[in-house]
């Protein structure tokens, strides 16, 4: 299979066409068979459950090429999971935890062409997603459903790679309690992005949401969990009901405790400790780890030790170790990489 001429390793993170996207539709209580197509639109009727009372979640993971030119996907079947979960929360039907990976499968297959060589410092994003699909008008979920999977190759997800990023503490908020901060519900992000607006206007990479409750206690960030190293070198990582189950956090607590013999905790985290971590990183499949130089404080200032030119040497560690097994240059855990071909 001959590579798109592309300009792999100077790629953003944005959305680029590729061939081919999976779709299934469900109706009269059952999911269709499903299939790719070369269609990239969606037509929806005008009254469409998506369009008018947000009922969409989505999913994000990528595929790798590892160093012995395999293509392969990092643990999807906590995304096909959590897709369920989420789908729960917004009263939409669970696309079949087995059909999402065979879907997954399926399209990074048919967009092998798309998929970055080793070592571009590029990866396939893919992307699958469902939305209430049928005219509804009265507040209640729809009957009918579309779930689709596409890709695109991304670089980057923070301009200036993995680079140091500056954020600010946030004074909107992105989940209540027993809200639906846990899942991944689009209209998660539809309430982040006036925020995230404001925050770019004014200079900084990202915002750093606190506990709604109490804003005592760090949150995460629009689209990354947090990860914090201690002076005596613990992985910290703020547990809450109401962030986001990062995957690749998830992953990172288990890389730091088993192949870097460090010790880890999930805990709450008040923001009046931040100061006295050594290293700060936000954790994601699209962040992978991106360092945090600097996190302000309605004017005052958190520099890690760190600093803002490279990546604290822990962070390093385990961004290494992560990315080695996704590259499949560090064994993985049994059961983490999912082959393609
Ligand atoms: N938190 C939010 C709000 C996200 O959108 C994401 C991205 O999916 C994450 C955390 C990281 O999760 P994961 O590591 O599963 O990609
Ligand atoms: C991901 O990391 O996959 C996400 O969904 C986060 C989003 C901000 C791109």
Redesign the pocket.
């Known amino acids: 299979m001959e590579k798109k001429n592309i300009d792999w390793s100077n790629l953003g993170f944005s959305y680029m066409e590729t061939d081919k996207r999976y779709v299934s539709n469900y109706k009269d209580g059952a999911w269709d068979e499903g299939t790719l197509t070369t269609d990239a639109n969606v037509v929806l009727n005008e009254c469409a459950c998506v369009f008018q009372y947000a009922q969409t979640c989505f999913e994000?993971l990528k595929a790798y090429t590892t160093e012995d030119g395999h293509i392969v996907t990092f643990r999807p079947d906590l995304n096909a999971q959590r897709m369920a979960t989420t789908a729960e929360r917004l009263k939409m039907p669970v696309f079949p935890e087995d059909r999402f990976v065979d879907a997954v499968h399926k399209v990074v297959e048919a967009n092998a062409a798309y998929v970055p060589p080793y070592g571009s410092g590029a990866t396939l994003y893919i992307r699958p997603y469902m939305f209430g699909s049928n005219p509804v008008i009265g507040v209640k979920p729809a009957d009918e459903y579309q779930f689709r999977v596409f890709t695109t190759p991304v670089g980057p997800y923070f301009k200036g790679g993995v680079k140091p990023i500056t954020i600010r503490v946030c004074d909107y908020d992105r989940a209540a309690p027993h809200g639906t901060g846990h899942v991944?519900a689009g209209l998660?992000y539809a309430m982040s992005l006036y925020a995230i607006v404001d925050a770019h206007e004014k200079g900084y990479d990202e915002n750093m949401y606190l506990d709604s409750a109490t804003r005592t206690k760090v949150e995460?960030t629009?689209?990354?969990?947090f990860l914090f190293v201690t002076k005596d070198n613990t992985v910290v990582t703020p547990k809450s009901p109401t962030?986001?189950p990062?995957?690749?956090?998830r992953s990172l607590l288990y890389v730091a405790e088993h192949y870097l013999g460090l010790k880890t905790e999930e805990r709450e985290v008040y923001m009046d400790e931040v100061k006295d971590f050594a290293e700060c990183g936000l954790?994601?499949?699209?962040a992978v780890i991106s360092p945090v130089g600097k996190i302000v404080d309605h004017g005052k200032e958190i520099c890690f030790p760190s600093g803002m030119e490279k990546m604290g040497p822990t962070i390093q560690k385990l961004y290494d170790t992560l990315t080695g097994i996704q590259m499949g240059h560090i064994e993985a855990p049994e059961g983490w990489i999912h082959r393609i071909c």
């Open positions: 994000g991944k998660n995460e629009g689209g990354a969990n962030i986001l990062s995957i690749t956090r954790c994601g499949t699209a």
